[in-house]
């Protein structure tokens, strides 16, 4: 018999609460490393352009560059998921931080390929393990009535910081034969970042009460309420019963039942599907993004041109998730989801099949508004759909299979081009978001309900 979700009084006292300046603090504390995660893997799509000029490295070297780092964000996310439901969020969150920001600080001293490899892998691993966490943290704080949009607008910090790549690479990068070293060195800046949120930041109250801490989540959500000027829950009636709820977790505290756990008769077709749409999404939206500097330059655009153009192409990002964010809400998270992911495999096809630079931009600009709008609404979807026991494995595995997708992603690209062009490349890219897509209607769409807190 599948066990019903559980609505504990934690939960319950969160929901109820207006939004207040304490959640923007969340908010904006874990987006501004979500943004230091955008800026960096952005930023190694303009330096590998870079070093493709001037160190005459080769499109398969190239594609090695990119990919190491989704070998360590694959093992980062299975890892990250495990940990934050083991021992927190906001520690995996902060460690994560100061692990590739220090990676990447060191790259910027790097005199060859083979250490720049290993560098991208550490970055990788903090990077991949700091994600999936994030949308937890935030999911796990927000009212249930504004979660999804919550998210989106969580995700939304990614088009902050990729449109900072983006700057670096048109001003910095060009600027100098050291432009990319640069560069790398402005990277480092999660690592002080990730000082702040340790300190600053509160633990998730939800995981807390999983973990039998309830006086710790009991005061956390006071603090929130007092912020929003509602009279505290009495701690010993809540506590009480949220000790009833705690004890009703559907897994044991062992990773592999957690694991087991996500192909329950409950869960099993959420997984599924989830985990496609993942695959899917980043195969696509790492192959195209990564390479698309490199891509405009091989076609006869010099390195600022190329920049430049993609710098145009990145400010798309922002209104997409806006869409997103006041759409998720509205029609929900399925439809939403699949109407962005459409939007994505058309213009995807256009834009591999265009020429001429309008064209290049226009439909460049509509690859990154639908792409990220997607983006926004997958991270609202997925921690949503998974009891708290499970939430911080749930969002990690799904994000291990994504970033599976995306190793393989930048070493096919090169392939893709000698055999078929722009043209091939793109419309592949177009038919893996039509995929995905298909498969986001096998998620569970849970707009205004309560998370489940067993």
């Known amino acids: 018999m599948t066990p019903s979700p559980v609505s504990s009084p934690i939960s319950q006292r969160l929901d109820g609460i207006p939004f207040t300046r304490k959640h923007l603090k969340v908010l904006t504390g874990s987006g501004v490393g979500w943004a230091l995660d955008a800026m960096d893997v952005g930023l190694i799509s303009f330096i590998i352009a870079a070093l493709t000029a001037q160190w005459d490295i080769s499109k398969s070297t190239a594609g090695w560059i990119a990919s190491v780092g989704f070998i360590g964000m694959a093992i980062g996310a299975s890892v990250g998921g495990l940990v934050a439901d083991r021992l927190g969020r906001r520690h995996v969150f902060a460690l994560t931080l100061l692990v590739y920001g220090i990676a990447t600080g060191a790259s910027a001293l790097v005199g060859g390929v083979a250490t720049l490899l290993v560098l991208r892998f550490f970055v990788g691993l903090g990077l991949g393990a700091e994600l999936p966490v994030a949308s937890t943290y935030v999911g796990e704080f927000a009212p249930s009535r504004i979660r999804g949009r919550l998210i989106v607008i969580l995700e939304a910090f990614w088009a902050v910081g990729w449109t900072a790549a983006a700057l ?179 213009s995807a096809f256009a834009f591999g099949n265009a020429s001429g630079s309008g064209w290049i931009i226009g439909f460049g600009m509509a690859l990154s508004f639908f792409n990220l709008g997607a983006w926004g609404a997958l991270y609202a979807v997925t921690p949503e759909i998974y009891p708290t026991s499970l939430r911080g494995t749930g969002s990690g595995s799904a994000a291990t299979i994504g970033r599976v997708a995306a190793i393989v992603a930048p070493l096919m690209v090169p392939v893709l081009l000698t055999a078929g062009g722009s043209a091939l490349t793109f419309t592949v890219f177009g038919l893996f978001f039509a995929v995905a897509m298909l498969a986001s209607w096998g998620l569970a769409d849970l707009k205004g309900v309560a998370l489940d807190d067993r």
């Open 168 to 346: 670096i690479g048109y001003f910095v990068i060009p600027a100098s034969d050291a432009g990319w070293r640069w560069a790398f060195a402005i990277g480092a800046l999660p690592a002080i970042y990730a000082i702040v949120v340790r300190l600053h930041l509160p633990e998730s109250p939800r995981w807390l009460a999983t973990r039998g801490r309830l006086d710790e989540a009991d005061r956390i959500v006071a603090e929130f309420e007092s912020a929003a000027g509602l009279a505290p829950v009495a701690a010993k009636s809540a506590t009480a019963d949220d000790a009833a709820a705690a004890t009703m977790a559907v897994v044991g505290s062992s990773a592999g039942a957690r694991l087991a756990a996500l192909f329950s008769r409950e869960l099993r077709v959420r997984t599924a599907s989830l985990w496609i749409v993942w695959a899917c999404v980043n195969f696509a939206y790492y192959g195209a993004f990564i390479w698309i500097p490199s891509i405009l330059y091989a076609n006869g655009f010099d390195l600022v041109k190329s920049f430049g153009f993609t710098l145009i192409i990145t400010l798309a990002q922002l209104p997409g998730y806006a869409a997103a964010a006041w759409l998720i809400e509205v029609w929900g998270r399925r439809l939403t989801l699949s109407v962005f992911l459409a939007g994505s495999a058309v």
